[in-house]
């Protein structure tokens, strides 16, 4: 891996030349970056008269760039929204590295489009529905004793209640797993310290296991749920098996997180709609928003989810669906849940690096308050109660249960940490960014952002090792930040810098893949990926050596009983076989094995007008399985531009018709035509 220069470095040297030239100080350092100090200082000046740059403008553009060749600090994670993927930035640059297929078909991966890509699809697939569309919000990196160790990436799926698992050694999503039990959820994915378990709340109340109930019934058969699912490092798998999950009342379960440090082994979720509304406004109530913010205080859920553990394993829950769940009243009597309150609509819950405390903010609150852990699990073993909701669960008394709330502003959302004791929340209404002093609950500073903005991250910033240096600004509008592209906007994430005495917004990035939500943000160092697969013939779903993997020598072509089974290799600058002969009718099994083990030696591969792409990256091998249902001929080609001889990396498919058909008179007949004229 490159060695990353450091920031502090790279900045100095960069502000010193540049800065010097264009406003005539630094002379040595501007003959050192020009050769000629007046003559760069004068072009620089004019290039900025010329584009109608600031020195602020200039500084913030040296404070981004990366030069060509040179490695990113810090990757950020960024859920795809409604693309159902994820989207991997480098920072500070800003480039797009690329997009994981993980819920939806991703084409320039071959996504979706081969049997083993198809296969992980499918395992996000409800009885009876097929779900080729997602809404990710929270992407989760995998922890070591409470920081980011880099291996795995997990996502949510608001729309489907799924949950995605993404190796980071090759960047491709492994398994998608579908929680049973909701139909919907939002307080995922996030995991425990050591990623024993990736954490799924959900969002919308329904009957657990699915089936159907009046909505005259909500109180009593609607119902919440969070569920712990296992995560087997050694497999990189998630096993259902070992999962289980606790029953909740039906609130609307929103953010989660877990506890480190000091509250290692509990769990946190807060909710909206303690007023349990429905909505119904075609027959005369209130919409669900207004009725759902009603009351001053929701509740905050605290789950000890090492007692419900313990629970599980001692034979104490039900089977719902397939999934163990601890019942409501089994998590009320065994001390597993509780509830105190927080301002109302609340959306975010944030552990502070040491676990010490959590930063609530309700959107329609406008404070931020910091409960102590420790005096909640003091309140808790005294049973010191300020009552119970109406399904019996206990609620701490919240004066006792806080530190103190700060005045942030106007629309308080998600909080995250830096390396100086600083928290930093996103204000909605505001559209601006709030750093704030942990110790004294004081804001400090606030910047401007464009517009709107919902989550933020800063590097490590939910981690017992936050990192400091930067803020992200995930914002939901950008109006007037990027050329017009119709009415259909990209959404906007704005870098700003957290290092100096004031904040200062270096870089806007339009998405324009959906509405993104969470990012994480991950120094580069921590990842490490493979670049090629080895040795040749590896399924990237399973890491291992594909049953049909084809070496060179064995190409070939078989027809069997399923059908036409392709034994082929992919190489600079060739398909062995180039020409595959089957009849119309015909199930074709095609076995592709790129035999290359030079890094970025990737093919691509299609068979026209067949839905066919597949992308083979060296060392990889891919199945695709289709019906030849169409007779005629169509050209095979690689769709990556992998050689000099790129265009000639072809072929055909011929797809011989039924005796008979109508295409095999016209296919027939055309040919007798073109022979008699060339006789």
């Known amino acids: 891996m490159q ?17 010097g030239l264009a406003f005539g100080c630094g002379q040595q350092s501007a003959e050192l970056a ?3 100090g007046k003559a760069g200082g004068a072009a620089v000046v004019a290039l900025m008269q010329a584009r109608n740059l600031s020195e602020a403008d200039v500084r913030a553009a040296l404070k981004t760039y990366t030069p060509t060749g040179r490695h990113d600090e810090y990757y950020m994670f960024a859920s795809g929204g409604h693309s159902g993927q994820a989207i991997v930035i480098g920072m500070p640059s800003m480039r797009i590295l690329k997009y994981i297929g993980v819920f939806t078909p991703e084409p320039w991966q071959g996504y979706g489009y081969g049997d083993q890509s198809g296969a992980v699809l499918a395992q996000g697939d409800r009885p009876g529905r097929e779900l080729r569309w997602a809404d990710t919000h929270h992407p989760a990196l995998s ?5 980011y160790d880099g291996e795995y990436l997990f996502l949510n799926d608001k729309a489907g209640a799924r949950i995605a698992v993404i190796s980071l050694r090759d960047f491709t999503t492994k398994q998608i797993v579908v929680n049973p039990l909701i139909v919907s959820d939002h307080g995922g994915a996030f995991v425990t310290p050591n990623t024993e378990y990736v954490i799924e709340g959900s969002q919308y109340p329904a009957p657990l296991g699915g089936g159907y109930a009046p909505i005259e019934s909500y109180d009593d058969t609607y119902r919440g749920a969070v569920t712990f699912w296992k995560f087997d490092r050694s497999a990189g798998r998630i096993v259902p098996e070992e999962s289980w999950a606790i029953e909740l009342p039906p609130y609307m379960q929103d953010l989660s997180d877990a506890g480190k440090l000091a509250s290692d082994g509990w769990a946190f979720l807060n909710s909206f709609n303690t007023e349990r509304a429905t909505g119904g406004n075609l027959e005369g109530n209130p919409p669900l928003e207004s009725g759902a913010s009603q009351n001053d205080m929701d509740y905050l859920h605290i789950v000890n989810w090492r007692r419900g553990e313990e629970l ?30 927080e301002p109302k609509s609340p959306h975010g819950v944030d ?23 420790a005096k909640m699990k003091a309140l ?43 928290a930093y929340t996103s204000l909605f209404i505001e559209s601006k960014v709030a750093k704030w002093s942990l110790k004294d609950l004081q804001v400090l500073e606030k910047i401007p952002v464009h517009y709107n903005v919902g989550h933020l991250a800063t590097p490590h910033g939910d981690t017992v090792n936050p990192q400091g240096g930067y803020v992200m600004a995930m914002n939901k509008w950008a109006i007037d930040r990027f050329s017009e592209v119709g009415p259909l906007l990209p959404q906007n994430f704005q870098l700003i810098d957290t290092s100096g005495e ?23 160092d921590r990842i490490d990926p493979e670049q090629i697969y080895t040795p040749a013939g590896i399924d990237p779903a399973t890491w291992q050596q594909d049953p049909y993997a084809v070496a060179g020598g064995e190409e070939r072509i078989e027809r069997g009983p399923d059908g036409v089974h392709v034994y082929m290799t992919v190489v600079r600058s060739h398909f062995k076989p180039d020409t595959i002969r089957v009849r119309e009718g015909d199930t074709v099994h095609l076995h592709m094995t790129n035999v290359e083990q030079a890094k970025d030696a990737t093919h691509g591969f299609t068979i026209d007008t067949y839905n066919i792409s597949v992308s083979l990256e060296p060392g990889k091998h891919a199945n695709v399985s289709f019906e030849a249902d169409r007779a005629g001929v169509f050209p095979m080609y690689c769709t990556e531009f992998c050689s000099a001889l790129h265009l000639e990396m072809a072929g055909y498919l011929l797809v011989e018709p039924k005796q008979g058909s109508e295409g095999a008179g016209t296919a027939h007949g055309q040919g007798d035509a073109a022979r008699t004229a060339a006789r």
């Open 3 to 19: 060695p990353v220069i450091p920031r502090s470095i790279r900045r100095l040297a960069a502000l010193g030349a540049v800065l």
């Open 34 to 36: 020009a050769g000629n």
């Open 143 to 147: 922890e070591t004793a409470g920081d």
């Open 312 to 341: 599980v394993k001692a034979g104490k829950a039900i089977e719902i669906a397939g999934m163990r769940v601890l019942s409501l009243q089994t998590a009320i009597d065994e001390g597993v849940l509780f509830f105190v309150g």
């Open 351 to 373: 552990v502070t690096p040491d676990g010490e405390e959590l930063v609530i903010s309700g959107k329609l609150d406008t404070h931020g308050t910091v409960y102590s852990f």
């Open 380 to 422: 808790i073993d005294a049973k010191r109660f300020a009552g119970t909701d109406p399904y019996g669960v206990p609620i701490l008394p919240f004066e006792d249960s806080i530190r103190g709330q700060v005045e942030i502003g106007l629309g308080p959302l998600h909080t995250q940490y830096d390396n100086q004791g600083n």
């Open 502 to 524: 004031a904040m200062e917004l270096l870089y806007d990035l339009p998405i324009p893949l959906g509405e993104p939500h969470y990012a994480q943000i991950i120094r580069a």
